[in-house]
């Protein structure tokens, strides 16, 4: 009979035989995942694109044509106020009250 140490040597030969076979076929499957990876002609990175860190700057000539701009539309947006009418006298007043009145006798007049 065998003992117990021999079987396991067996044991742990056998599971080492079956470890690197497994290895060889992962390494197998790297390899082709990488070359499926691989593009067929490597593209060329776009360029970045340069920013001026100030921002555009306007020369004064042009700040001030916009102002003037801006200044224009304002102006055409305003309404013009109206005229405050002038206080009306106490003898307007009375006149206007005399004629509403006269008007009103006459409307009842008629009814």
């Given at each position: 009979m065998v003992d117990r140490k021999e079987l396991l040597t067996l044991a742990l030969l056998g599971l080492e035989a079956q470890q690197g076979r497994i290895m060889d076929k992962i390494a197998d499957v790297r390899r082709e995942l990488s070359q499926l990876a691989k593009p067929a002609a490597p593209t060329p990175?776009?360029?970045?694109i340069k920013k001026n860190k100030r921002g555009r700057k306007w020369t004064p000539e042009q700040r001030k044509a916009a102002a003037e701009r801006m200044r224009q539309m304002?102006?055409?947006?305003?309404?013009?106020?109206?005229?405050?009418?002038?206080?009306?006298?106490a003898a307007r007043k009375k006149i206007l009250s005399q004629k509403a009145k006269a008007r009103?006798?006459?409307?009842?007049?008629k009814q």
């Amino acid at each position: 009979m065998v003992d117990r140490k021999e079987l396991l040597t067996l044991a742990l030969l056998g599971l080492e035989a079956q470890q690197g076979r497994i290895m060889d076929k992962i390494a197998d499957v790297r390899r082709e995942l990488s070359q499926l990876a691989k593009p067929a002609a490597p593209t060329p990175k776009p360029r970045p694109i340069k920013k001026n860190k100030r921002g555009r700057k306007w020369t004064p000539e042009q700040r001030k044509a916009a102002a003037e701009r801006m200044r224009q539309m304002n102006i055409a947006r305003k309404k013009p106020v109206p005229k405050k009418r002038k206080p009306m006298s106490a003898a307007r007043k009375k006149i206007l009250s005399q004629k509403a009145k006269a008007r009103w006798a006459a409307k009842k007049a008629k009814q």
